[in-house]
């Protein structure tokens, strides 16, 4: 059988993916210079490591083959087998991810798998006996193994490069020196966690046989890896693209423009997925079935499939979307990201800006009005380490509450790293920016509550089987004015908005004047904001504060931002002041107000390109005017099997573990009717939506307005009960007090 996806067409040639290129055009001068203008900025901002480093990885991938060998003799001789037994017992390391790509950077983890013979179990052997061999060497530290993951893994340090060593277990008793892990007779008899050990480096290798050139694959993989780490959107477990997602991406582009260089790639990758209707996937080969009877992705069979926002298919057998972590509001997120990363791409082309202007880093804390903040302690650091991989797998789980008990009213944008005080001994806190779902008109006097939302995700972090004395989750709102000094470098808070050099301010008359039509027809995010559009933005913000506490007429709010659902319903940019939840003492705090300003882009540090010389016998077969045909490329790849796909807007599966916690959420019900009932809350007069919360803060920093008092039901419904359809005309509240619930809570045990 063949390399699934593997055609021949019509001169001979093979090619690659299950549907014919976009484009066969070949790379024009322009392409050649800029592509090798990209290769040097990679290489100057360090992604690339060096020769020393690259010797050390394999002299550890040597010993680490070495000690696995060493550890299944051992062990066959202690379960009693012969000495010839003993001798012909092997297991053998193999690696994935980004190293077995090569687009790993310096001190990147190496990812590696050890294949053992079926006598080699995972937990006695593998948990049992492995890590005690390398917990007494003087090579390995921070040894970490964690059985309880969906896939069992073993991190550890080995002279000093970081390793992540999965196990499986083959139904061999001899591991052969050459073994094959592509074929598909390696999946027999074996259990569920060695499929999906196995699975990583089956899945890297196929990319790597289906794609038309990989060293160009891996030079515009390098770069979309850095790019999504500069634009915040690199993080598969906070629902964002992981190692692999992009790398299938990327594949999928490369197949679609095969003749391509890496510039080109880049471009097209914007394009093409700034166009791509999800949830329709992308996929770089054929579903196969199998003959082993595993399940594989179809959201015609599995209902569960039918949740996932925006599949991306592995391409080894069993086919599995690798992107089920993505939620509504990451994928707003990454939308917008995709739509700005176009609009620099063209900007580029007519050579009015560079590669700077792309890799411009997100100003997560400039974007928001509204924060999460999530902080996590410990007793110590191994505690901590633990506690940490552990709350960072459930915070997936806080956006999906969110947006499941306001009905998709409220959106987060969680940030893909974490933070620390170092004047806190073993902490760790993470962020989410908050804002009202774009598009929806604003009902007088609307609020959500999400108090109890909150303590349901706490309830389930705190149901941690390995949980120790110390392990503490704390859940806190934060303005944007009062952001941790801490999170920022040198841990100086910026006096204003971010400096931008006068490229930035040329990116951003760019944007107004080169693209301001385009953008005000496709209510496009911009490709950057200078720093005057930062401070007009903050000084409207804070006007919009005051008028909209003197004034019952409603404020105008900015203009429509671009589509982002498969339905291509227009979205427009509102967002409504959202506070505390978590707190020792709580003070109501009563805001209304007209609405944020949506994430921007700080200003881009694009300067603009000399005229290159353009080859017109190369360029004709790709010029500006195919982009139509392109469109109609795209649409009819979109338009296969799948293409009915519709994703629901919740995935039940995924909270199927709270329904014993919302049993106890009734019992609390009564009590917080006589806590609300205590509250003394004045009407609200604000045409605005008017977000009142109850949150931890000084008396100086409470304002007086208040609001209706509420009853319990109002608290409770939105977590109790499940709407039949898409979000209700009328909508929840936000109201936020997290010690009341708790103490309401411990009275009803």
């Excluded at 080894?316 to 917008?336: E, G, I, K, Q």
């Excluded at 296969?640 to 919740?650: R, T």
């Excluded at 008396?699 to 007086?704: A, I, K, R, V, Y």
Aim: net charge negative.
């Amino acid at each position: 059988m063949g390399i699934p996806g593997l055609s021949d067409q019509n001169n001979g040639q093979q090619r690659l993916g299950i549907t014919e290129p976009i484009s066969l055009a070949g790379p024009t001068e322009d392409d050649l210079i800029k592509t090798r203008e990209l290769e040097k900025y990679l290489q100057g901002v360090g992604l690339y490591e060096s020769q020393e480093e690259a010797v050390g990885r394999e002299e550890v991938l040597g010993r680490l083959d070495q000690i696995v060998k060493i550890w299944v003799k051992n062990i066959s001789r202690g379960k009693g087998f012969n000495e010839q037994l003993v001798q012909e017992a092997n297991a053998k390391i193999f690696t994935f991810g980004s190293y077995r790509l090569g687009v790993h950077g310096p001190g990147a983890d190496i990812d590696t798998l050890c294949v053992g013979p079926r006598h080699a179990s995972r937990d006695e052997d593998f948990f049992g006996e492995l890590r005690k061999m390398l917990s007494e060497m003087q090579e390995v530290t921070e040894l970490h193994p964690v059985p309880d993951a969906h896939v069992p893994v073993m991190k550890f340090k080995f002279n000093g490069v970081s390793v992540d060593l999965l196990y499986a277990r083959l139904a061999l008793w001899v591991i052969p020196e050459d073994l094959d892990i592509s074929q598909e007779s390696i999946l027999q008899n074996v259990d569920e966690q060695t499929v999906l050990s196995l699975n990583g480096c089956r899945v890297t290798d196929q990319v790597l046989r289906l794609v038309p050139n990989i060293q160009t694959f891996r030079t515009t993989l390098r770069c979309m890896r850095f790019w999504a780490k500069r634009r915040g959107v690199y993080s598969n477990v906070a629902g964002f693209l992981g190692g692999i997602n992009l790398a299938l991406l990327v594949a999928r582009i490369c197949q679609l423009y095969p003749n391509a260089l890496p510039n080109m790639l880049v471009s097209r990758f914007f394009r093409v997925y700034t166009q791509w209707r999800w949830p329709n996937p992308v996929m770089l080969c054929a579903i196969e079935e199998g003959s082993l009877g595993l399940p594989v992705w179809d959201p015609r069979r599995n209902p569960k499939d039918r949740y996932h926002l925006m599949p991306i298919i592995t391409p080894a057998y069993p086919c599995m979307n690798s992107t089920y972590n993505v939620t509504s509001s990451t994928l707003r997120v990454m939308s917008d990201e995709f739509q700005r990363g176009s609009e620099i791409c063209e900007a580029m082309e007519a050579s009015k800006a560079d590669w700077n202007a792309l890799f411009e880093p997100y100003p997560f804390f400039e974007s928001y009005k509204n924060y999460l903040q999530i902080d996590i302690t410990a007793e110590n650091a191994d505690d901590l380490r633990q506690w940490k991989g552990w709350v960072e797998s459930r915070l997936r789980q806080l956006t999906l509450k969110i947006e499941r008990h306001t009905y998709g009213m409220l959106q987060c944008h969680p940030h893909p790293g974490e933070f620390s005080d170092k004047s806190r001994p073993f902490h760790h806190c993470y962020f989410m920016g908050l804002q009202r779902k774009q598009g929806v008109p604003v009902n007088e006097g609307e609020q959500f509550d999400i108090r109890l939302t909150v303590e349901e995700f706490k309830h389930s972090v705190n149901a941690y089987t390995l949980w120790k004395p110390g392990m503490d989750i704390h859940v806190s709102h934060v303005k944007r004015r009062n952001i941790p000094a801490y999170i920022f470098p040198g841990g100086v808070r910026p006096s204003g908005p971010s400096k931008v050099t006068a490229e930035n301010k040329q990116s951003s008359k760019l944007r107004a004047s080169g693209h301001g039509q385009a953008e005000k027809s496709q209510g496009g995010k911009g490709v950057a904001v200078g720093a005057d559009d930062v401070k007009k933005r903050r000084r409207s913000e804070d006007d919009m504060d005051n008028s909209s506490k003197n004034s019952k007429s409603p404020v105008s709010l900015p203009p429509p931002s671009r589509e982002v659902n498969e339905d291509m319903t227009p979205i427009t940019w509102d967002e409504s002041e959202v506070n505390s939840i978590d707190g020792q003492k709580s003070k109501k705090l009563c805001l209304t107000s007209p609405g944020e300003i949506p994430p921007g882009d700080s200003g881009t540090n694009g300067s603009v390109a000399s005229n290159q010389p353009v080859n017109p016998i190369l360029a004709a077969t790709d010029i500006s005017s195919s982009k139509e045909e392109e469109k109609l490329a795209i649409e009819k790849i979109m338009s296969g099997p799948y293409d009915a796909h519709q994703a629901f807007p919740e995935e039940p599966e995924e909270l199927e573990d709270d329904t014993q916690y919302r049993n106890q959420v009734k019992d609390t019900a009564g009590s917080l009717k006589n806590i609300t009932e205590s509250l003394a809350l004045k009407p609200a007069v604000a045409e605005e939506p008017v977000v009142c919360v109850e949150t931890t803060c000084s008396t100086s920093l409470c304002s007086n307005e208040g609001s209706e008092e509420l009853e319990s039901a109002e608290l409770t419904a939105p977590l109790l009960t499940v709407p039949p359809a898409p979000a209700p005309l009328k909508k929840p509240l936000i109201r936020l007090n997290f010690t009341s619930l708790v103490k309401a809570a411990d009275k009803s045990s």
